[in-house]
T-cell receptor, first 113, second 109 residues
Framework: ETGVTQSPTHLIKTRGQQVTLRCSSQ?????VSWYQQALGQGPQFIFQ???????GRGNFPPRFSGLQFPNYSSELNVNALELDDSALYLC????????????FGSGTQLSVL | SQQGEEDPQALSIQEGENATMNCSYK?????LQWYRQNSGRGLVHLIL?????REKHSGRLRVTLDTSKKSSSLLITASRAADTASYFC?????????FGKGTTLSVSS
């Protein structure tokens, strides 16, 4: 088990709503990344935060946004939810920005109806 | 888009047998990592191999890397039922890790 915790574990929303997912990083890790994993697929990179600043972004629209706090916890916000946003959302923390070893949380399963 | 592609997509073996899964990638890399994911849960880092390494061992895991063929393989020896999971290779691309679609391994007792 890693020291990365995510909440909630499951969430059901309807199309058009907004959602906030939370992540608490492993102690001492100043970098957090968020990934989206659709059923049967590998995780896809959404963005990375390093010391409270966005440090890279994948091919996701601006309605996906994030925050990292001084204690290195993090949030992922998704506005105007679409059916295709249904997925497992994974948070991963690391000691450095180079992604040489990511520590993943157990994820939040989001269902959009 | 996905950089790594694992092969096979699914693999079923008996306990005690060896499991080999392969990964191909498209661009030059600094390192390649393998992760395991138990059903519906987070990923666990297994092993990292750098581009100047050809083989690396960790317990029952052996990873090889052939940069000329842009491919890697993960061998799990003496498989156990607890090894049942999905296995992903991942390569770095700036701040992102790019994952393949994974190999689903089923080990039956």
């Amino acid at each position: 088990e890693t020291g990365v915790t995510q909440s909630p574990t499951h969430l059901i929303k309807t199309r058009g709503q907004q959602v906030t997912l939370r992540c608490s990083s492993q102690s001492g890790h100043n970098t957090v990344s968020w990934y989206q994993q659709a059923l049967g697929q590998g995780p896809q990179f959404i963005f990375q935060y390093y010391r409270e600043e966005e440090n890279g972004r994948g091919n996701f629209p601006p309605r996906f946004s994030g925050l990292q706090f001084p204690n290195y916890s993090s949030e992922l916000n998704v506005n105007a939810l679409e059916l295709d946003d249904s997925a497992l959302y994974l948070c991963a923390s690391s000691l450095y920005r180079d992604n040489e070893k990511l520590f993943f949380g157990s994820g939040t399963q989001l269902s959009v109806l | 888009s996905q950089q790594g592609e694992e092969d096979p997509q699914a693999l079923s073996i008996q306990e005690g047998e060896n499991a080999t899964m392969n990964c191909s990638y498209k661009t030059s890399i600094n390192n390649l990592q393998w992760y395991r994911q138990n059903s519906g849960r987070g990923l666990v880092h297994l092993i990292l191999i750098r581009s100047n390494e050809r083989e690396k061992h960790s317990g029952r895991l052996r990873v090889t890397l052939d940069t000329s063929k842009k491919s890697s393989s993960l061998l799990i020896t003496a498989s156990r039922a607890a090894d049942t999971a999905s296995y992903f290779c991942a390569t770095g691309a700036g701040t992102a890790l790019i994952f393949g679609k994974g190999t689903t391994l089923s080990v039956s007792s």
